[in-house]
Nanobody, 127 residues
Framework: QIQLMESGGGSVQAGGSLKLSCAASGFFGSSLSMGWFRQVPGKQREGVAHIVVSDNTIGYADSVKGRFTISQDNAKNTLYLYLQMNSLKPEDTAIYYC??????????????????WGQGTQVTVSS
């Protein structure tokens, strides 16, 4: 089992910044992959950024490239995943979820590749 807990959401004006955090604990294995996803009501959950923990391979959705940065930090028994979001736009408004898998998904920005999810944190960007 992997437990995920997000924090750091909130409300910000367009052009502002927020940093999301995800604390991951449990049994990770050697091929842990993690990602940030977001979802608005009535739409599919979309991948924003992903990282392969062992080699720091990173990828982003085109809609956030150059504005969002995913990173990781290992502490004793806990892995922290971050999403630094700059130059936020109203269309970035969504519930943001942290996700994990004990393998490297074939399509790492597709939600089907992950089987562990956090509870989500709301990000609201006003114009």
């Amino acid at each position: 089992q992997i437990q995920l807990m997000e924090s750091g959401g909130g409300s910000v004006q367009a052009g502002g910044s927020l940093k999301l955090s995800c604390a991951a604990s449990g049994f990770f294995g050697s091929s842990l992959s993690m990602g940030w996803f977001r979802q608005v009501p009535g739409k599919q959950r979309e991948g924003v950024a992903h990282i392969v923990v062992s080699d720091n391979t990173i990828g982003y959705a085109d809609s956030v490239k150059g504005r969002f940065t995913i990173s990781q930090d290992n502490a004793k028994n806990t892995l922290y995943l971050y999403l630094q979001m700059n130059s936020l736009k109203p269309e970035d408004t969504a519930i943001y979820y942290c996700a994990a898998a004990r393998w490297v998904p074939f399509n790492p920005l597709e939600r089907y590749g992950y089987n562990y999810w956090g509870q989500g944190t709301q990000v609201t960007v006003s114009s």
